[in-house]
């Protein structure tokens, strides 16, 4: 049998003494390391997000806790290799090396996928084979919040992939990352190089319908959705919805009826609301399809 690689069993803590240790630089003002994006880097925060990360233990570069998080966390740590260190420091130093507090004693670093990952056949070409997927795309979604959103909605519903076009905001940004709950790390996602010519292989190649999500006229409503195997939902900024172009590939556009004084959501709670309804839709024909007698 050969010989396990990596940690054996018990993570063993590096004491962190001065803030000026060169091991925490990863971790140094994490306010700006969203915009520079160091070192191909990617930073988490809090136990329940750095939890979910562990569980793609090839993703870690490195973790930083207080000495109480140590402790919390520690069943969850014995699966890193031992390439991976655990830098354990004051919570006050962690506060002064990191340049926020909000971290609550756990910050983890991450490998950012490699050029070429995120590409469209590689990071979600299996699902082509599949009877059946759910796709959630968006296009020209820049707010972290509501990429956090989408991602966490689209574990919520059992989503398969998201697919971004390549205007919209990282996923991996921090506060993204954050709101996801994790989810940044368990849903998979693709970055659209061509995105009009994406949608039209989607439609053509992959046999999905395609269905945008927009108040416009001729929009139907949310409930008149008709649901198939392969369903690609497809949601743009609040401000300026879809495109033109976009919206020309759909086969069919659906809208949230609502008061004319709130005439639109912000596109994480629109989604939450469509994939609701698809996953109540799906039910409703399946529960059908079992009480049918046969013939």
């Known amino acids: 049998m050969a010989a396990k690689i990596g940690r054996v069993s018990e993570p063993r803590p590096i004491p962190i003494e001065s803030i000026d240790d060169p091991?925490?630089?990863?971790?140094?003002?994490?306010?700006?390391?969203d915009l520079r994006g160091r070192d191909h880097l990617?930073?988490?925060?809090?136990?329940?997000v750095i939890r979910r990360l562990l569980r793609t233990p090839q993703r870690v570069h490195s973790i930083l806790l207080s000495p109480n998080k140590f402790k919390r966390m520690r069943d969850a740590l014995g699966d890193l290799p031992e390439s991976v260190p655990i830098l354990v420091a004051p919570l006050g130093m962690m506060t002064e090396i990191a340049g926020f507090?909000?971290?609550?004693?756990?910050l983890a670093a991450g490998l950012r996928?490699?050029?070429g990952e995120l590409s469209f056949d590689r990071a979600i070409g299996?699902?082509?084979?599949?009877?059946?997927?759910?796709?959630l795309l968006a296009e020209n979604v820049t707010n972290v919040d509501n990429m956090g959103g989408l991602f966490r909605n689209a574990a919520a519903f059992g989503v398969d992939a998201?697919?971004?076009?390549?205007?919209?905001?990282?996923?991996?940004?921090?506060?993204?990352?954050?709101v996801s709950m994790g989810h940044a790390f368990s849903v998979p996602y693709a970055i659209s190089d061509d995105w009009h010519a994406d949608l039209r292989r989607l439609?053509?190649?992959w046999r999905a319908t395609l269905i945008g999500a927009e108040s416009a006229p001729g929009s139907r409503a949310l409930w008149e959705l008709t649901c198939s195997p392969r369903m690609a939902l497809l949601f743009g900024s609040e401000g300026?919805?879809?495109?033109?172009?976009?919206l020309e590939r759909c086969d069919a556009v659906h809208e949230i009826p609502m008061t004319q004084a709130v005439p639109s959501l912000n596109v994480a709670v629109a989604s939450a609301v469509f994939l609701y309804e698809l996953s109540r839709a799906r039910r409703t024909r399946a529960s059908g399809a079992r009480g049918k007698p046969r013939r």
Do not use: M, W
């Open 23 to 33: 091991r925490v630089d990863p971790f140094r003002n994490v306010r700006d390391a």
């Open 42 to 48: 990617f930073l988490a925060e809090s136990e329940l």
């Open 101 to 106: 507090r909000i971290h609550r004693g756990a």
């Open 113 to 115: 996928p490699a050029p």
């Open 126 to 135: 299996y699902l082509r084979q599949r009877e059946s997927f759910t796709l």
């Open 162 to 178: 998201i697919v971004l076009d390549p205007t919209c905001c990282d996923p991996l940004y921090r506060k993204a990352i954050r």
């Open 203 to 205: 439609k053509s190649e």
């Open 240 to 246: 300026a919805g879809l495109s033109r172009n976009s």
